[in-house]
């Protein structure tokens, strides 16, 4: 059976919403360890009434009635909000919705279920031995990652059961999985989307965000869930100035990704884009000024590892335990020099439009040589975190959309910028995306 969502959410304006719920649940209902739990009467009833609605001639959201996921991180009023564990599994329940769930809802849409991810959102592979590992859609012969930790967000959309996810990004974990899943993801400036009701990983970059078909429906979701419909230019390509790093972002890239990267390079100069090779050194030091994320990290989970370590994925407790040694004074310390740091990448990035460089240096591995060697786990990890993560420390924005030829593995291009210019990013990602995939 073909996926039920195949096209971006304005293309649906015509369909039932309520035969287009139908069909995804169906099918996630098929879809093992991509959903943990779903919502079929809630959905359902959401999407009669946006029919009923639309029937009548009321105007509506345009995501109402739509299938929509979320991952299992935002809390739901009446359930324990798992995240991915096991240990949490006796949690009190929620007593209300997340806000970014309760947005959604109030736009009418149809939440379809929670999806699976990294336990804990600890990790840029989407591996979780608790509830398996949902394989990549993108390869129908080798089960390689997904990525994280949106696993299951990622695998929702890009197998046509539901037009959005809403995810989470603390140090990729939405534009990762984007990336390696050949989908759209758009991590915002933190501040501009409430993490309330969103169980914590790094109170400083945890971000709330969501992965799509396409940049036009980031902005559609973004501006329900920030509750700010953002100013979005309809951009010429022509003329705009596109920075690529010369330091650390292109290291080490596979070569279909090297190769995925240089082609849309040469698309976006053809097309009038100014390319421009800068070196913004400053990037070199972005990996030694993110250990605070591990201290906030374990500043949540101290008591529960005390406790129930055993019930941790190894590997997810192994990288909370290492920012249990972190000092208040190195606690501080890094805070400034990040401040410092944001100021010298603010102002390398002010003569540009964006910074652009491949979302990951890697194409999606398989599943089987991650769970079979630690080594080769965190090696992969610390590959996947790498690019992505950077602009969390420069606290900005980023979108993740694909680059590579139809017919082979996904790779993502990032266009990046600093906090707060999230219009300008998102109306360079949809000129690059329109030069690339036509529309």
Request: net charge negative; hydrophobic share 45%; aromatic share 4%.
């Amino acid at each position: 059976m073909a996926p039920p969502v195949t096209q971006p959410i304005l293309a649906l304006a015509s369909q039932s919403r309520r035969a287009l719920v139908d069909a995804c649940l169906t099918e996630a209902a098929k879809s093992s360890s991509v959903f943990t739990t779903l919502y079929p009467e809630a959905a359902r009833a959401a999407a009669c009434c946006a029919d009923a609605m639309r029937k009548a001639g009321v105007e509506t959201s345009p995501l109402a009635g739509l299938p929509i996921s979320l991952k299992d991180l935002y809390d739901v009023a009446g359930e324990a909000t798992l995240a991915g564990s096991t240990v949490l599994k006796d949690a009190t329940p929620a007593t209300s919705d997340a806000t970014a769930v309760k947005r959604l809802r109030m736009a009418g849409a149809a939440i379809i279920g929670k999806t699976n991810m990294t336990e804990f959102a600890f990790s840029g592979v989407g591996i979780n031995p608790h509830y398996g590992t949902p394989a990549n859609p993108a390869d129908s012969e080798v089960a390689r990652i997904p990525g994280g930790s949106s696993s299951g967000a990622a695998v929702s959309v890009t197998a046509g059961l539901c037009v959005a996810a809403l995810g989470s990004d603390t140090g990729g974990s939405i534009r990762i999985p984007a990336a390696l899943c050949g989908i759209v993801g758009f991590k915002p400036t933190a501040r501009r989307v409430p993490t309330t009701g969103a169980l914590p990983l790094s109170t400083t970059l945890d971000t709330v965000c969501a992965m799509t078909r396409s940049v036009d429906d980031c902005i559609l979701v973004d501006s329900v869930i920030a509750d700010q419909a953002l100013s979005v230019p309809s951009l010429p390509l022509s003329g705009l100035r596109l920075a690529v790093p010369g330091t650390l972002m292109l290291d080490g890239l596979d070569p279909h990704v090297a190769a995925s990267f240089s082609a849309a390079l040469t698309r976006l100069s053809a097309s009038g884009a100014s390319i421009v090779e800068a070196p913004f050194t400053m990037l070199a030091d972005a990996a030694g000024l993110n250990r605070f994320s591990s201290a906030e990290a374990f500043a949540w989970h101290r008591f529960l590892l005390a406790d129930h370590e055993s019930e941790y994925d190894f590997r997810v407790a192994k990288r909370i335990k290492m920012g249990a040694g972190m000092s208040a004074a190195d606690y501080i310390d890094l805070h400034r020099r990040r401040r410092d740091w944001i100021s010298s990448m603010e102002a390398a990035l002010a003569p540009y439009d964006a910074l652009i460089m491949p979302t990951v240096p890697i194409v999606a591995p398989p599943i089987a040589d991650l769970e079979s060697s630690e080594d080769e786990f965190f090696k992969v990890n610390g590959q996947l975190l790498r690019n992505p993560s950077t602009i969390n420390l420069l606290d900005g924005c980023a979108v993740s959309l694909p680059c590579h030829a139809p017919g082979t593995l996904p790779v993502g291009l990032m266009i990046a910028g600093p906090a707060m210019s999230d219009g300008r990013i998102l109306a360079v990602a949809r000129a690059i995306e329109r030069a690339l995939h036509g529309g």
